[in-house]
């Protein structure tokens, strides 16, 4: 196993355009987390599953974010007209749900809108 | 809802020595862990140590150690004999251990960028 990846690493986009990033966690892995980096700020939550249920979202997801978790495998994170202020780095995690354990992270899908 | 602070944008330190970065904390809950999490330029954020707050003796991993004090919710980082390849942004994280809360969520500081001066 190689780790949570998520793909694509880096996209750009035209305002108004509808985006969709993967992430593929770590295959044991029962829970996943999608977070939001904005440039000299830390992560943000998003959302999370635990297994396909998706169990919380952020305030921050608005009606234009939509993320899915098919089976319990790997997830899509959708963004539905894109605004410029949607550029940053949305990083994907996964864990065991198992007190104390660690969340992995992948490399994170930079997204720059023009 | 918990909040994380961390103090210093900026840290520098010269290969070999010894490096402090802070982090202080907020909440009401008496169960949860805190992380300090590495992220590299273009690379993913990778754990570098985990405190459990009912654990009173202070984490350490080879070269890193934190002074964990739950009392006055701070958790500083100590980098001892620092290598050019601890350059990175450095975050504080919190996570809750309680059962009603989404398990697993981290919370996360601003991070602290440190350079390793050679």
């Known amino acids: 196993d190689t780790g949570v990846s998520q793909d694509p690493r880096h996209k750009i986009t035209k305002r108004g355009q509808n985006v969709t990033f993967r992430c593929d966690p770590i295959s044991e892995h029962n829970r996943l987390y999608w977070y939001r980096q904005t440039l000299g700020q830390g992560p943000e939550f998003l959302t999370y599953?635990?297994?396909?249920?998706?169990?919380?979202k952020s305030r921050l997801l608005s009606d234009r974010f939509s993320a899915e978790r098919p089976k319990g495998s790997f997830s899509t994170l959708e963004i539905q007209r894109t605004e410029q202020g949607d550029s940053a780095m949305y990083l994907c995690?996964?864990?065991?749900?198992?007190?104390?354990?660690?969340?992995?992270f992948g490399q994170g899908t930079r997204l720059t809108v023009v | 809802a918990q909040t994380v602070t961390q103090s210093q944008p900026e840290m520098s330190v010269q290969e070999a020595e010894t490096v402090t970065l802070s982090c202080t904390y907020d909440?009401?809950?008496?169960?949860?862990?805190l992380f300090w999490y590495k992220q590299p330029p273009s690379r993913q954020m990778i754990l570098v140590i985990r405190?459990?707050?009912?654990?009173?003796q202070n984490a350490t991993e080879n070269r890193f150690s934190v002074n964990f004090q739950k009392a006055a919710k701070s958790f500083s980082l100590k980098i001892s004999d620092s290598q050019l390849g601890d350059a990175a942004m450095y975050f504080c994280?919190?996570?809750?251990?309680?059962?009603?809360?989404?398990?697993?969520?981290?919370?996360f500081g601003r991070g602290t960028q440190l350079t390793v001066w050679p």
């Open positions: 405190q459990e707050a009912y654990k009173q």
């Open positions: 599953f635990q297994n396909e249920a998706q169990l919380e």
């Open positions: 995690a996964s864990s065991l749900a198992i007190r104390g354990t660690e969340a992995f």
């Open positions: 909440t009401s809950e008496s169960d949860y862990y």
């Open positions: 994280a919190y996570r809750s251990a309680d059962r009603g809360s989404t398990l697993g969520r981290l919370y």
